[in-house]
């Protein structure tokens, strides 16, 4: 009894945090934000039904399986949106027009795929390009 109550009420917490990550889609501004409301929202909605699946079946196969890809999601859902993230802002994807800090601005040169502006004080040079030609010399 007390096991169906505890899933119950982690599918129900689930459900509600992937309708938030849903509301945080049509309702956000731009791009990053629908990213980050999505991301966070959806990684703990996922967590917590996975968690509810954990709690409800006895077998341990599917308990291990299922706090494997919790762990999973938790590893890889905030690496995944930040490299996304990143991407939109090199590809030069607005930022809302209410935005008041962009703390890029000055590390990224507009419209650079590529890396650091070198004007930018304390930048990190910019990185080398993987090339597949031999350097040249002895």
């Known amino acids: ?27 956000m501004p731009d791009l990053y934000m629908r990213m980050s409301a999505s991301a966070k929202a959806n990684t703990l909605g996922i967590g917590l039904i996975l968690l509810a699946a954990v709690v409800y079946f006895p077998d341990p196969g599917t308990k291990g399986v299922g706090l494997a890809v919790i762990a999973f999601m938790f590893l890889s859902t905030p690496i995944g949106a930040h ?4 991407a939109a802002y090199l590809v030069g994807v607005p930022l809302w027009d209410k935005t008041v800090v962009d703390e890029l601005r000055s590390y ?9 502006q070198e004007s930018a004080p304390n930048a990190a040079p910019p990185p080398a390009r993987l090339t597949n030609e031999r350097p040249e010399g002895p």
Request: hydrophobic share 55%; proline share 5%.
């Open 1 to 27: 009894m007390l096991r169906e109550i505890l899933t119950m009420s982690l599918l129900l917490v689930g459900t509600l945090f992937m309708v938030v990550a849903g509301l945080g889609l049509l309702r």
């Open 83 to 86: 490299m996304i993230g990143r």
């Open 108 to 116: 990224y040169a507009p419209g650079s795929q590529m890396g650091p």
